[in-house]
């Protein structure tokens, strides 16, 4: 019998400890990965039930319009589970064009399903809209309600662009194409087209106020000269119909629209993050930061706004 070599003997084992250890690597690699991908699975999956639930829709901070959302109403009012729709709100407002399209949206969803709204901290101009889109309407003691109105804003920067020796010209189709510009005061036909452009607005606005909470339009435009009130004051007022919030919410659910006691409450909207939306989100952030915006809240809105405002924040 040949005699292997010590040396040889030694590299034999070596390699065939090597081959081993590369088959545990590659065991332990796929393992990983399966777990990586099971983990991922169960983070982004959407959560669901197996049978009726109450529906929570959440407006948060500043309103526009989403499509996205959209879809999620009609996916509401076609599911049977879904037996009925809490509206949690807590939001200064928005574009008049986004409360206008959560109000139709809520309009249409409450022929279908009980909808119920509570307003948490702050439920004002184009969010207070989206609430008088449900049938019933809670709100704390303290709660900020109100501020029924619509606003365009404008600044001008003539003085500031004079002395920094900056002239601006352009050419138009007609007087009031982009007016007004950011250099001159707004006056003449260009207020004045802006000026009809939100009354036009805020008679649709002050119309629905009326009409949702059953109450004259005189009172009703007499509450909307942009005030802000409590949730108490809101409820003496009956811009609201009761004091409370989600507790209370489902117990008027249970005894008032017969939806049965003690059903999960499911979060419809916003919907969870898929998949690797973080990556967008880190990137949205970057550019925010890139433009001098704050990494998080709201940005300033153009146009046409329902927008409750503290300081120069929207």
Known sequence: MTQIPPSQA???????TFRRSRGRWRIFALVA????VLALFGRFAKPSATGDIIARITIDGTISTNAARQKVFSRLIEDDKVKAVIVAINSPGGTTAGGEELYESLRRLSAEKPTVSVINELGASAAYMTAIGTDH??????????SIGVLYQHVNA???LDTIGIDLDKV???PLKAEPDFNEPLDGAPRASLAALVEDSFVWFVDIVAERRNIPRPTALALADGRIVTGRVALENQLIDALGGE??????LESEKGVTEDLPVISAWPLPDEGFGWVGQLLGGSARAALGLPAEGPVMLDGLVSL??????P
């Open 33 to 36: 990965a399966v777990a990586v």
């Open 137 to 146: 309407i809670f709100a704390r003691r303290l709660s900020i309600v109100g």
């Open 308 to 313: 409750w405002q503290v300081g120069t924040n």
């Open 158 to 160: 003539g003085k500031l």
């Open 172 to 174: 138009a189709s007609g």
């Open 247 to 252: 507790t209370e919410a489902i117990a008027w």
């Open 10 to 16: 030694h590299e034999a084992l070596a390699a065939d």
